[in-house]
Structures are given as C-alpha cells and as structure tokens.
C-alpha cells in the first residue's frame, strides 16, 4: 500500500535492514536531535564526522546518550564533509547527511570528481516529499533547490527521479504532472513546450513506470474539482502524486507557500549521487530532518 | 466514406453543379486536354485566359473543339495570371488553374496581398490525396508542393486542412500520423519537438475532429502487421488517412515514388487560398490531372 503519511515511512523502514547514515558535521542540536531519534526508531546507525567536543556538548545539552553514535573527530569543516564522502565511496555508509554547514561546502564535497559522490554524467537534482493536510497524499516535488532552469534533458532526469521517488514511497504507478501555467499546447513558452515531449516520450515508454501528462496547470495538478469544472480528460489530472517544475523559483514558492501558510511537513532529499544525500536547511526543524533521513533510508 | 478518386468523380458529379474554373495562361495542351475531360462529364465549364490563337490552335491540334469553352484574349503572361485571378476574386469563377505559365509567376498572382487570392496570415501549403492500389484507402499526404521546411504553425494549418480535405471525403475522424523514421521521442529530429506539440494540441482540443499520433514510421502508420509486430501503442494502428511529413523533400519523394513504382494516382490541391487553387505538375499523368480538376469542384 502506497505511503500517504510521512510518519508512515517509519513502518515501511521496519521490515528493511538498518541503514548507516554518515553525518558531515552533524554537531547542531537539530541535527543530533534527528539522527538520535532515527536511531531510536531503528531506522539507521549512524557515525557523526565533526569537531567532537561540539558533539558532545550538544548532547549534554539535548541530553542525548552520545554513546549511540559512532564519532569520528575532525574540527575542519571542510575535511569532515570530504570524509563523509570518503566513507560513503568506501562503502561504510549508506547515506550521507548534512550538518552545521554552508551548503555550498557540502555540494563541493560531493560533487569533487576525486573524492566526491557524483558519478560522471549523472545530475543531481532535490526531492521534496509534502505533507499537505488538506491533500489526501503526499506530493513528490522537483526541483526546489538546485537546478534553477532545467533543459529538457534536465526536466526528463528530474522526471525519472520524481518517479523513482514516488515508487520508493510504494506508489505504485504514480501520477506524475509536467507543470505549467496553463495546459495548452504551445511552442511560445518552454515549460508547456517541454512538457508535451515529455508526455510523449512516456506514451512511448521512453519514460516508464509514470502515469505521465503536462503541460498542467497547478489546479488540474491537484484540485478535483477544478478537473470537474473544466471537464478535463486526463489520467493524472487532480491526483498527482509528483509535480515537476519548469524552474526553481516556481517549485520553491510553491513548497515554501504550503510549508508557511499551510503547515505541510516535508522531507527532502538530494538524489543522483551514489547515495542519497540529506541537504535540509539550518532553519528546518527536527522533525523534518528526521522525515528526510526516513526517505532517505527509503530510497536506497 | 470516399475511397477511391473515381469515387470523388462521382460524388462531384452527382452535385449537378457546373463549376466555373478560370486558367490562367490557358495554351497549354495538358491543361486543355484535362479541362475538355471534365466539361465532357458536365461537372464544369471553363474561361480559358490566354493567347486566344494559340489557345484554339492547341485545342485544334488535340482534337478538342474550342467552342466548349469560353476564352478570353490576354497575351501577357502575367496579366493573363491577374485577369484569372482577378475573376475568382470577383466571383466570376469558382477555381483557378494554373496554364502554361511558370509556377513561380501563377502562385505571386495568388497570394498577392492586395489583388490575390490569400487572406492575410494565412499560410499556403499543398494537400494531396493519393489512391494507392496497396493501401485500402485513400491517403492524404502534406506538403509535397509549397512549404520546404514547414515550422510548428504552419504544421498545425497542414493538419487542419488536411483534416478539412478528409472530411470532405467522408472520413468523419481522420487518423493524423505525423511521420519520421521513428516512433521514439528524439532531440535530434527537430520534427519531434513540434510533432509533441500538435499530439498536445489535439490532447487538449487546440486541434479538432481528429486523432493525431506521431513521430511514427510510415510502417506504424499504414501497416496494421508492423503495429502488431513492434507493439508500439498508437491509435492510428496502421490505419492512417493523413500523413503529415517534416519537410517537402520527403513528402514529394514519397508521393513520386508511390506514383513511378506503386501506379498511384492523386488528386492535389493549394490549401489555405478563398477559393480552391489547381496547379499541377506536368508529369502527372492525364487521369490525375482530372482528378485534380474534380477535387478542386469538391472543395468548392
């Protein structure tokens, strides 16, 4: 049965084996905070790369039995990323997870082509999994943080991930939506434009496992009775299970506006690594950072 | 439902109308020979515009009495094409023919923008229908005369006329293949792009009273065995009326290569014009040039 609750990854992660989360200086309470319970929940094991006496006292503080991760000192920034990476290519790890660190030092540390997670040619692109309460299942969205304008080639890896998502949430033939501000076909706007050669290239199985159709607006994406009113014809139409933006400023708004004003809780996570990678924001919250490495765990 | 060209005769035949055809540049022996076919059978009369000697001597030399029509003596090439033209304009004609002149000249009479023949932004483009003793229909191919390189817009107007041209003839639905060398979505065929877009278009009800798949081969498109064997999804499964090609050379060489080895016949018309517009190329055979004449009575 496909996964319709964020909290429901937590039962789907008990009948797979355990997961090694490799945690790139993860010294900040959230963090610790997330991976401590994630370890309670039996979801991973877990080694922290950072500077230890951060480590510790953050778990004096949290009042977090340190002795549940493996720790592994190192006070530069910098290194511990590069050594979480290391660990990962030596296959001590499952899954990598960003601390107390500027983004772009932990996108470096993956992307670096001697120490790095990216095999040659693949793209990383960001999932974001949503919670919307008044929506009856969760929403796969991409790309909300790292390609600003992603070509067709683009779109089309962004679409398989979206896909490859939902399955890893046991959706099984999800409905994905090539978003647009309306859903005519036109060559004058690139986003529609790009949207009918990916639908097409589902109908010829060039892009499988999805139940495909774009250009959609957001209303036919999501809203049943906006599909009803319009009499549209469409499989994914109103049941979306995966919506994939034409750049990053519309997939961002729209995430932001229903994580702010609607109280969706999301996990997220960076995919086309060799592992998944968990790149939340200093400013989410622990629960978050424990939805993220559920779905992470998920999609290994 | 029209299946066969002779069966297009008739049709015009039994509308007991007499369609009054104007040509222009008239002492050509083809085009009279054609024309004195199509009075004999009572479905028009014809103003021969002209060289009115030469005229007469042409009809003379083919046996053809010049009293069956009615000719009008200008001796200049290029005015002869603007009294024609200037005649359907003026309704005193339903169709214009092309004569002797030179195609370059006849089709400038046409779509010139103040005394021709063409509304403004409409686009000009050819519609074939050809009977080939193979196939079980006819088959209505585009553009094998006017476009080189048609762009998204003018192949959204080549479907739609071609559209209009089959349901002339009965086929309430026309099945649209839009050909390549493939069915597989590619960025190298430019063709795909725009291919996308108009099975989005016709998705979305921008196009209408057809069904519209493409990129496909002409296997896919024509041969019901080929769909079987390759298991290839299309609702035109190998049952196409209208072929739409991505460029003139390979609509032209398609449309020769049926007529030199496959013994086609056609009926072929300008598309896009007020009134129906016959040029015909000299090679065509006689039969086809009456079945040309009778197309352009139909789509009157």
């Known amino acids: ?300 | 439902m029209i299946t066969k060209l002779d069966q297009m005769v008739d049709q015009v035949k039994n509308l007991n109308k007499k369609f009054r055809i104007a040509v222009a540049y008239a002492q050509d022996s083809n085009t009279i020979g054609a024309i004195s076919k199509a009075i004999n059978d009572g479905f028009i009369e014809a103003i021969m515009i002209g060289h009115a000697e030469k005229i007469k001597a042409v009809a003379k030399e083919a046996g053809i009495d010049h009293d069956i029509f009615k000719i009008v003596d200008v001796k200049d090439e290029i005015a002869s094409i603007a009294k024609a033209v200037e005649m359907v304009r003026n309704d005193e004609a339903d169709v214009l023919m092309k004569g002797l002149c030179g195609t370059d000249k006849f089709l400038r009479g046409v779509i010139d923008k103040e005394k021709g023949l063409l509304p403004p932004k409409a686009t000009m483009t050819y519609v074939c229908a050809l009977e080939i003793p193979k196939y079980h229909k006819l088959l209505f191919v585009t553009d094998t005369a006017v476009l080189p390189f048609p762009d998204l817009k003018q192949k959204t107007a080549m479907l739609n006329y071609s559209v209009a041209m089959a349901r002339r003839f009965g086929i309430e639905t026309p099945k649209v293949a839009l050909i390549s060398a493939a069915e597989k979505v590619s960025p190298h065929f430019e063709s795909h792009s725009d291919y996308t877009q108009l099975c989005m278009m016709a998705k979305r009800g921008q196009i209408k009273n057809c069904i519209v798949d493409g990129p496909l081969d002409i296997f896919l498109a024509c041969d019901q065995e080929s769909v079987k064997i390759k298991g290839v999804p299309t609702p035109i499964n190998g049952d196409a009326d209208v072929l739409l090609f991505p460029s003139l050379e390979a609509c032209n060489s398609f449309y020769k290569g049926q007529m030199l080895w496959a013994g086609a016949e056609l009926a072929g018309l300008i598309q896009g014009t007020i009134k129906p517009v016959v040029v015909m190329s000299r090679s065509e055979s006689p039969k086809s040039k009456y079945y040309c004449i009778a197309l352009a009575c139909l789509m009157v």
């Open chain 1, 1 to 300: 049965m496909s996964i319709t609750k964020l909290d429901q990854m937590f039962d789907a992660l008990r009948s797979k084996d355990k997961k090694r989360l490799v945690g790139a200086y993860t010294v900040d309470s959230h963090s610790i905070g997330a991976i401590s319970k994630a370890i309670d929940l039996g979801i991973v094991d877990a080694t922290l790369i950072g500077d230890i006496d951060l480590i510790k006292a953050t778990c004096q503080e949290e009042k977090i039995d340190i002795n549940k991760f493996e720790i592994i000192d190192e006070k530069v920034v910098k290194k511990a990323a590069q050594k979480a990476c290391l660990f990962i290519r030596e296959g001590k790890g499952d899954l990598i997870m960003k601390g107390l660190l500027d983004t772009a030092t932990y996108m470096r540390a993956l992307l670096n082509k001697e120490t790095g997670l990216v095999p040659k040619g693949s793209m990383l692109s960001h999932m974001t999994v949503i919670e919307i309460p008044s929506y009856e299942k969760l929403l796969v969205v991409s790309d909300v943080a790292i390609i600003p304008l992603p070509d067709l080639k683009q779109k089309i890896a962004i679409t398989n991930n979206v896909i490859k998502t939902c399955r890893d949430l046991k959706i099984e033939n999800p409905k994905i939506s090539i978003l647009a501000s309306s859903e005519s076909a036109t060559d004058k706007i690139s986003a529609n434009a790009d949207a009918a050669v990916i639908t097409k290239m589902a109908e010829r199985g060039q892009i499988k496992g999805a139940l495909v159709d774009g250009p959609l607006s957001l209303d036919l994406s999501i809203d049943q009775e906006a599909v009803a009113i319009k009499g549209f014809k469409s499989p994914v139409a109103g049941q979306a299970d995966g919506i994939v933006f034409p750049n990053i400023e519309s997939g961002n708004v729209f995430y932001k506006t229903v994580t702010k004003l609607v109280k969706a809780e999301l996990a997220a996570m960076v995919v086309g690594a060799s592992c998944p990678a968990i790149l939340s924001s200093r400013g989410d919250t622990e629960q978050t950072k424990l939805y993220s490495i559920a779905l992470a765990a998920l999609s290994v």
